[in-house]
């Protein structure tokens, strides 16, 4: 059992509140996850610059001269801002994965959270309360971000098996349930040359959607293939750089509920999640159906819905 929340903006106003909104969603479900938690944030895009969010055991150590080191590396000024155990690096766009091959040089103890133009991820071990406290999450302003609560049972309780999982530029997955076929999955993405780090199914999952969607699929096309290529039962919430998508396995046994205003589009597990959210109560609420992909874009604010053939 475990708890994720998305929060999509439509209204611009809500933006330098994100952070507070999606805090209190997350500290909500604490009870369905104690173990570790993590947030996804999608802030304003930059041009000129791409972001690594790292992570280390040993901050002080890891992060005192990386700022200096990676940027002599790759001959271009990098930035690093700390937050606690974790750091973003604003690296030149065009240079993430040289960025990313260098810092594997530099110190391979130091382990990548999250890559691409607008993302930020911050995840570790303990309550959710304590881990949005470290990282101040409430601070944080953005468009769009997910969450979740873990309560383990399939891997252990450590920084890189929380979610939320990014495996490709501005994409992240979190997941409630367990997939069954993940080994074998895990393999067949290995060999097609996709970059799996953990021994998570939710990583196998986030890695599938990448893989299909590298090879031409849409979001939209990607999540309604999970359906017949994914066993066991999920939910899975996707984050990229326009929005969010939500699909339910065809059994949908794992509770979602979804809300929808002018000013936003909200996910929880639970309809409590929801419920310190402005204008919740004139709120359209309802459970997203089984096998029925959803998806919000920035680029589109309507809420197109597709069923699964």
């Not at 994100?18 to 930059?46: C, F, K, V, W």
């Not at 017949?228 to 059994?251: E, M, Q, Y």
């Amino acid at each position: 059992m475990c708890g994720i929340v998305g929060l999509f903006l439509k209204d611009r106003s809500l933006e330098p509140q994100l952070g507070s909104l999606l805090t209190d969603m997350l500290i909500t479900m604490t009870d369905r996850g104690p173990d570790s938690a993590g947030i996804a944030i999608y802030g304003e895009e930059n041009a000129n610059i791409s972001k690594l969010t790292v992570q280390s055991d040993t901050p002080d150590q890891a992060f005192a001269t990386l700022e200096a080191d990676l940027g002599t590396a790759l001959g271009s000024p990098v930035h690093l801002r700390r937050k606690d155990t974790h750091a973003v690096l604003n690296i030149p766009r065009g240079q993430l994965i040289a960025a990313r091959a260098a810092l594997a040089a530099l110190n391979p103890d130091i382990r990548v959270m999250s890559a691409g133009d607008t993302v930020e991820i911050y995840k570790e071990v303990g309550l959710p309360k304590e881990v949005a406290a470290r990282f101040d999450l409430r601070a944080m302003s953005g468009t769009h971000g997910i969450g979740h609560t873990r309560m383990a049972t399939e891997s252990m309780v450590t920084t890189m098996g929380a979610h939320p999982f990014n495996t490709g530029p501005d994409q992240c997955l979190v997941h409630n349930g367990s997939l069954s076929n993940h080994n074998r999955l895990r393999r067949k993405l290995q060999r097609e040359g996709i970059h799996i780090e953990t021994e998570n199914d939710t990583e196998v999952g986030a890695a599938y959607l990448t893989w299909r969607m590298q090879n031409g699929a849409t979001l939209g096309e990607a999540l309604k293939s999970s359906l017949n290529d994914l066993d066991g039962f999920f939910t899975f919430l996707v984050g990229t750089k326009d929005g969010f998508g939500v699909v339910r396995d065809p059994i949908a046994c794992k509770p979602a509920v979804m809300a929808e205003t002018d000013q936003y589009v909200a996910f929880g597990s639970e309809y409590r999640a929801l419920v310190n959210l402005p204008g919740i109560e004139q709120a359209r609420v309802w459970e997203p159906e089984p096998a029925t992909v959803y998806f919000w874009s920035h680029a589109d604010t309507s809420t197109p819905t597709e069923k699964a053939a």
